[in-house]
């Protein structure tokens, strides 16, 4: 790695030093576990244990002390009690989409507590009830036949709701209804000591801020969420434009200008890709509404090829869940069952910045420079830029764990070298990872250069080991009231993983 004076080795190495623990007493740990009888998961049961050991990122090949696949609060509240007594860390797993392998721990010999079948969905009157282990297409599905309801997430089907929304949950209805904690009300956890708690603004209120933007998998187990969903409306546009990588320069120009003056009701990103740039998404309202939404940035870039849509909301949420094994207005695809699946590589690498005003000329010419480069082994590698502001900044840097209510845009820089029927073991792709270390040095350089902050900033969603300073990166000013909440919630530690919140 290239980044600063400390090599990655380094950085993991004081990473795991500051979460290090005593020595684990798994005697213990699989005497106090034995009531949850086959919910237990060793690796003496090699062909369960290897099944359900992965994360959805296969690179990742951690090995838990045990597996506990929960079905119950009470499950829940077991194992952690169980792995506190052991001194064995907690690993609380929705999706397992972490972009470092944490929902498997992040490190050998934690107790992953799957939520996958606590997964209810149910909606009285404007609120949803939901648990903790579904999956944003199952979960779009569920709120869609629960009265035409939806929630402002993620795109990505098999996203599991807990990390999502504990890390700030950004999506394309962000611009017009915030993230995804901006509509929490309230969360239902166990903590260190296995007590079920509520969290809302008047029950642990402290817990209610710390949640919301730095709560995966650092104070407890959330295993229930109470959330005010959103009524789309009655017909949407979804679009997808494509322009070849040539024209980078005035598209991006143009789309950055964008986001001052866009309607809330326009919820947009742009892919950035050696094949082109794409800049797909929503627009609230019929084809004609988008279409004079969009006129003054069609008046400066150059003529795209072009798909535009309208339809039900939820028929845009299927079109960009890229759900393999389906078809167009096939709705059920999004619960991911049968023949359906997420199109997503299961081996990739991501990174991110967070920036508060509009790009310079010299951050756009570097989004040409490397999108033109696919490196060797690489079956897909792109910069997503989210244009962010709008309801998301409505809310105060100081409300939430969530600081970064100024962001003008988010970077997500990806690459992938494998497709979705990807089998564990496979070797990292060198190049690849060469390609994100030296084209995210560039960036940061430039990013100083600029001075668009004090430090660079980064999504905690998307969390990257090696970004440096990832405290102030992630939580900025939060830090230290997080770090007070962690020590008074778990002095123990028992939620500990490389990048989890620190006791002091």
Known sequence: ???????????????????????????????????????????????????????????????????????????????????????????????????????????????????????????????????????????????????????????????????????????????????????IVEMEMVNADGQLLKVSATQNPDLFFALRGAGSGSFGVVISFTIKPVK?????????????????????????????????????????????????????????????????????????????????????????????????????????????????SRYTKGKSLIYPTALKPSTIALLGKWAAVKPKGATSNYIIVDLWGGAVSDHAATETSFVHRNAHSVFEFVVEWSGSNAKPGKADCKPCLKWMDDMFKEFLDDYKKNNYDSVARGYQNYIDRAMPNWTEAYYGQAMPRLKQIKSAVDPANVFRFPQSIPLK
């Open 232 to 344: 789309p409306a009655a017909k949407v546009t979804s679009f997808s434009y494509e322009w070849d990588l040539k024209h980078h320069a005035q598209v991006l120009k143009a789309y950055i200008d964008l986001q001052a003056k866009a309607s809330r009701d326009l919820g947009v990103e742009m892919n950035v890709g050696h094949s082109g740039l794409e800049l797909y998404g929503i627009f609230q309202g019929t084809k004609s509404q988008q279409k004079t939404a969009l006129a003054s940035f069609f008046k400066v870039v150059p003529k795209p090829k072009e798909d535009v849509r309208e339809h039900r909301h939820v028929d845009a949420q299927l079109r960009f869940a890229f759900v393999e094994g389906g078809k167009e207005g096939d709705i059920e695809g999004l619960a991911l069952t049968g023949k359906h699946r997420a199109g997503d």
């Open 1 to 183: 790695m290239h980044l600063h004076t400390l090599s990655a080795a380094v950085l993991l190495a004081i990473s795991t030093l500051a979460v290090a623990a005593p020595a684990a007493d798994l005697k213990k740990l699989n005497g106090c576990l034995k009531p949850l009888g086959s919910k237990v998961i060793t690796s003496n049961n090699k062909s369960q244990y290897e099944k359900e050991r992965y994360a959805f990122d296969l690179r990742y090949t951690f090995k838990p002390q045990v597996i506990v696949m929960a079905k119950s609060n009470a499950d829940v509240q077991t194992a952690v009690k169980c792995a506190k007594a052991a001194q064995v860390p907690v690993a609380p797993r929705s999706g397992g989409h972490s972009f470092e392998g944490y929902s498997i721990g992040g490190q050998d010999g934690s107790l992953v507590l799957d939520l996958t079948a606590m997964n209810t969905v149910k909606v009285q009157g404007d609120k949803a009830k939901v648990g903790a282990g579904i999956r944003l297409g199952k979960l779009y599905l569920d709120l869609y036949k629960q009265g035409g309801w939806t929630i402002n997430a993620g795109t990505c089907p098999s996203v599991g709701i807990g990390g999502h929304a504990l890390g700030g949950g950004f999506g394309l209805l962000a611009r017009k209804h915030g993230l995804l904690i901006d509509r």
